[in-house]
């Protein structure tokens, strides 16, 4: 590696769907990289092994590659100072986290939950500064080894100062401080030996050579902790640049249930990636004046800190939309045919919609309407009106199930037809509704059908994403219709 290279980094979990979120500061990661010259990587923190799957990583690596932004080194393609996911870095965790215990930096913690879920309660009764009292802090060092070595569970915490102030300087915002008092003996490694997101953050930012952080707003309250964690290993911290939060208009944090943020929802819905990454590169940063049109190189070559505006940058569909609709007029006709098949016109596609709805047609011209809605992405529910309130059902009750069920669909692995069969026919035994009018009010939700093909081969070809994103339309839809 060269001597004072730029060296930055994206460090996604993968314990769901690829986040727009990450799209966007990795964006401005890549961005300031190669402005100077230096690299982009990406690491997999992996470390919750009962939330993070090979098939989210995937989804993220694939998302990633899709709006075109390429890492220099990462777990797929290797480099000087892999492994790049965390769960293959455990020896390198508990190797560091020793030499800290060895400096007086951290120290073992014996108490049991059941100890600490009290010492919350009675913190809250008193009003007091919620966090671990450091019973174990003192704790000589003999004991603990001892402990250790007779079998019983500890956890790592790290020694943060009693007293005074962390300061550290933000690119953006300048010095930030925070009292030490307030801040918590943060646990560093587990009790099943993996580390937590602080101790391997900044272990593996150290390791890679990482020269500056670029990571979301509201990672602010952890870094004083990391300022900690570098003073106590005796490393030179990077520099710290903590980027403004994507918004809903209402100004809340970007959210599944006011914004699609799913970057498979934008690829679905057929927005363009290299429309979807310039708009991302608007938000809270200018290449000029009020242009707001930019390709990714052209971003790159005018890329300055001074540009962002710590203003929280509200993500709006129909600004993206428009923004898509000029980097598709100007596309020549050949090149949109290209994207169309792609997106969902490839032969792939068509071969797998054609065994719903063989049996269903007598003419060719019959499956255009038959098979409509796989092709849009957001659906005109008006012609099914008050069909979507089942018979002795009301209007609360829609939207109570329809919520519930968008919810079970964010955390649900098996998106096959066995899979979504299973969860629906569960759903309704534990909601109270039948089978039947689930089914059908999901058909209606998911198409704005109420005669389709069969209802989960039709939810699986439609995509995760776009049945979420219907769902939570839908519920929007049904708020709209006269109270019954």
């Known amino acids: 590696m060269s001597e004072g290279q730029v060296r930055v980094r994206i460090a996604p979990s993968p314990t769901g769907d690829p986040h727009v979120g990450t799209a966007y500061i990795a964006l401005f990661n890549y961005a300031f990289a190669k402005s100077r010259g230096g690299k982009f990587i990406l690491r997999i923190e992996d470390t919750d092994r009962a939330r993070s799957t090979a098939a989210s990583e995937a989804a993220i690596l694939r998302a990633l590659r899709w709006v075109g932004l390429n890492w220099d080194e990462g777990p797929d393609i290797g480099g000087p100072v892999g492994p790049y996911r965390q769960s293959e870095r455990a020896d390198i965790y508990r190797r560091e986290v020793q030499t800290l215990m060895d400096k007086g930096g951290a120290y073992r913690c014996f108490c049991t939950s059941e100890r600490l879920e009290a010492l919350r309660h009675e913190q809250r009764r008193q009003g007091l500064f919620v966090g671990y009292d450091g019973l174990c802090r003192g704790l000589p060092r003999e004991e603990g080894e001892r402990r250790a070595a007779a079998g019983e569970s500890f956890v790592v915490r790290m020694a943060m100062p009693r007293t005074g102030e962390t ?30 997101y602080h101790l391997a953050n900044v272990v593996d930012d150290h390791l890679m050579e990482i020269t500056h952080v ?28 903590h980027m403004p939060l994507l918004r809903n208009a209402d100004k ?41 049109k930019f390709t990714l190189a ?69 499956f255009l309407p038959l098979t409509g809605f796989f092709f849009s992405g957001d659906i005109d529910y008006a012609p099914v009106g008050k069909e979507l309130i089942p018979k002795n059902r009301e209007t609360k009750d829609v939207v109570e199930v329809l919520s519930a069920f968008s919810e079970e669909l ?21 909601s109270g509704w039948s089978s039947k009018e689930l089914f059908m009010l999901l058909r209606l939700a998911a198409t704005g059908k109420k005669a389709t093909p069969p209802l989960f081969e039709t939810l699986v070809n439609l995509g995760r994403e776009l049945v979420r994103r219907r769902i939570r339309q839908c519920v929007v839809e049904v708020k709209k219709l006269p109270r019954s």
Do not use: C
Not at 214 to 224: F, Q
Not at 275 to 290: C, F, K, V
């Open 167 to 196: 300061v550290f300087v933000d690119r953006l915002r300048g010095a930030v401080k925070f009292e030490n008092a307030q801040i918590d003996d943060q646990i560093l490694l587990k009790a099943d030996g993996f580390p937590t």
């Open 214 to 241: 670029i990571r979301a707003e509201e990672w602010l309250s952890s870094t004083p902790k990391h300022v900690v964690l570098y003073q106590a290993f005796g490393w030179r911290a990077p520099e710290w640049i």
């Open 252 to 292: 809340s944090k970007i959210s599944k249930r006011k914004n699609p943020v799913s970057l498979d929802y934008y690829k679905d819905a057929g927005f363009l990636p290299e429309a979807l990454i310039n708009y991302l590169g608007t938000m809270g940063w200018s290449i000029s004046g009020d242009r707001e």
């Open 298 to 366: 052209e971003m790159v070559a005018a890329f300055s800190w001074d540009r962002i505006s710590l203003g929280g940058p509200v993500f709006d569909l129909v600004k993206l939309s428009a923004m898509n609709a000029l980097y598709l007029r100007e596309l020549p006709d050949g090149e949109i045919v290209r994207r169309l098949r792609d997106w969902r016109l490839s032969d792939e596609k068509l071969a797998s919609l054609v065994p719903l709805v063989r049996e269903r047609i007598q003419r060719l011209d019959e």
């Open 410 to 430: 964010d955390v649900a692995r098996d998106f096959s037809v066995a899979g979504l069969e299973a969860l629906a026919r569960g759903f309704a035994e534990k």
